[in-house]
């Protein structure tokens, strides 16, 4: 079993969606050649301009005809300024804890706006990354997370985004540092130490990556995503059995998702336990696709196939193919 552990929503953070990119809302008050679209802030500062051109074109030449004596007239009040040319103003709170309900689209768009009305907004920028990475759009997760680190190189929240997003994209090397730093700046909290086990796991150090969930488990003991994460792990080193004592573990827990269950489901495929796997995927999948993941345990228990080398790290949770790999 060549498989690389998978994370789960619980110290991944959200389910990937499709990749879909976010337009930038300042291209739309800008031309191709980068200039705004009026050339004056104000219809009548363009009439202004124009007033006197016509005066510097009379010239000295020909007098112009003297002005009638007349009582003055106030001036007009000025025009109220278009919608586009006001400044915009943040959003409420109620308004941001609306947008974590939203779709990852609309939530990464919400940001977006966010962090373009106060570029150093450290929350927004962390949570465009959360969002963008939501979308698949890893590399540009990696960016929003560290820019805010730019400002904030100590911030917990980026330094995780930061190291999610490169997990995610497959680059582990790339997360270590920033895993390892958050450790070091909150050592009673199991996440870091769970993200670094899959980081070091993606390098091929399996001996850190264990010891690293270890460390995990002594500060949430029981915590279904760690226990899975190094479950496959050991699966992947040929210890199906103790993967398997260890997803049992994992999956009584009451916070276990589908992808600790099918996890679970994988490592009893792969031991040719294939009736238990069959009603375990018969509970969580539609018939459709049950029957297909079960077609693909018969083919890995009779070696007619084999696990995929490339289920690293998925971050979704509702995918068999985060469990078997692309193309099993």
Same mark, same amino acid.
């Given at each position: 079993?060549?498989?690389?552990?998978?994370?789960?929503?619980?110290?991944?953070?959200?389910?990937?969606?499709?990749?879909?990119?976010?337009?930038?809302?300042?291209?739309?008050?800008?031309?191709?050649?980068?200039?705004?679209?009026?050339a004056f802030p104000h219809p009548a500062l363009a009439a202004t301009t124009m007033f006197g051109l016509s005066l510097a074109v009379w010239g000295p030449a020909q007098a112009a005809p003297a002005a009638p004596?007349?009582?003055?007239?106030?001036?007009?009040?000025?025009?109220?300024?278009?919608?586009?040319?006001?400044?915009?103003?943040?959003?409420?709170?109620?308004?941001?804890?609306?947008?974590?309900?939203?779709?990852?689209?609309?939530?990464?768009?919400?940001?977006?706006?966010?962090?373009?009305?106060?570029? @150093?907004?450290?929350? =927004?920028?962390?949570?465009? $990354? %959360?969002?963008?990475?939501? *979308?698949?759009?890893? !590399?540009? &997760?990696?960016?929003?997370?560290?820019?805010?680190?730019?400002?904030?190189?100590?911030?917990?929240?980026?330094?995780?985004?930061?190291?999610?997003?490169?997990?995610?994209?497959?680059?582990?090397?790339?997360?270590?540092?920033?895993?390892?730093?958050?450790?070091?700046?909150?050592?009673?909290?199991?996440?870091?130490?769970?993200?670094?086990?899959?980081?070091?796991?993606?390098?091929?150090?399996?001996?850190?990556?264990?010891?690293?969930?270890?460390?995990?488990?002594?500060?949430?003991?029981?915590?279904?995503?760690?226990?899975?994460?190094? @479950?496959?792990?050991? =699966?992947?080193?040929?210890? $199906? %059995?103790?993967?398997?004592? *260890?997803?049992?573990? !994992?999956? &009584?827990?009451?916070?276990?998702?589908?992808?600790?269950?099918?996890?679970?489901?994988?490592?009893?495929?792969?031991?040719?336990?294939?009736?238990?796997?069959?009603?375990?995927?018969?509970?969580?999948?539609?018939?459709?696709?049950?029957?297909?993941?079960?077609?693909?345990?018969?083919?890995?228990?009779?070696?007619?196939?084999?696990?995929?080398?490339?289920?690293?790290?998925?971050?979704?949770?509702?995918?068999?193919?985060?469990?078997?790999?692309?193309?099993?």
């Amino acid at each position: 079993m060549c498989r690389k552990p998978a994370l789960d929503h619980d110290d991944f953070g959200l389910n990937q969606s499709k990749i879909i990119n976010v337009i930038d809302s300042k291209s739309l008050e800008r031309d191709a050649g980068g200039k705004p679209l009026r050339a004056f802030p104000h219809p009548a500062l363009a009439a202004t301009t124009m007033f006197g051109l016509s005066l510097a074109v009379w010239g000295p030449a020909q007098a112009a005809p003297a002005a009638p004596t007349a009582t003055a007239t106030p001036p007009a009040p000025a025009a109220t300024a278009p919608a586009a040319s006001r400044p915009r103003r943040k959003a409420t709170a109620q308004e941001r804890a609306d947008a974590e309900r939203l779709q990852p689209l609309a939530r990464a768009a919400f940001w977006a706006r966010e962090t373009d009305v106060d570029p @150093a907004d450290q929350v =927004a920028g962390v949570r465009l $990354a %959360a969002a963008l990475r939501a *979308l698949g759009q890893y !590399a540009e &997760a990696a960016s929003s997370a560290e820019r805010v680190l730019v400002m904030a190189p100590d911030n917990v929240d980026a330094l995780m985004e930061s190291a999610r997003a490169h997990v995610a994209e497959g680059r582990g090397f790339y997360a270590i540092a920033p895993a390892e730093r958050v450790s070091a700046l909150a050592p009673k909290d199991w996440r870091p130490l769970s993200l670094l086990g899959v980081a070091y796991a993606q390098v091929r150090r399996s001996d850190d990556a264990i010891t690293a969930w270890r460390q995990a488990l002594a500060l949430s003991p029981d915590n279904p995503t760690v226990l899975s994460n190094m @479950a496959m792990e050991l =699966a992947a080193q040929g210890d $199906a %059995a103790q993967a398997e004592t *260890l997803m049992r573990r !994992a999956v &009584a827990q009451p916070g276990a998702g589908l992808q600790v269950r099918q996890d679970l489901t994988l490592v009893l495929g792969l031991q040719g336990k294939l009736g238990e796997a069959e009603h375990r995927l018969r509970v969580d999948l539609p018939p459709d696709q049950a029957d297909a993941d079960l077609a693909y345990l018969k083919a890995v228990s009779t070696g007619l196939a084999a696990p995929s080398p490339t289920a690293e790290a998925a971050p979704s949770a509702h995918s068999w193919a985060s469990v078997k790999g692309p193309g099993g």
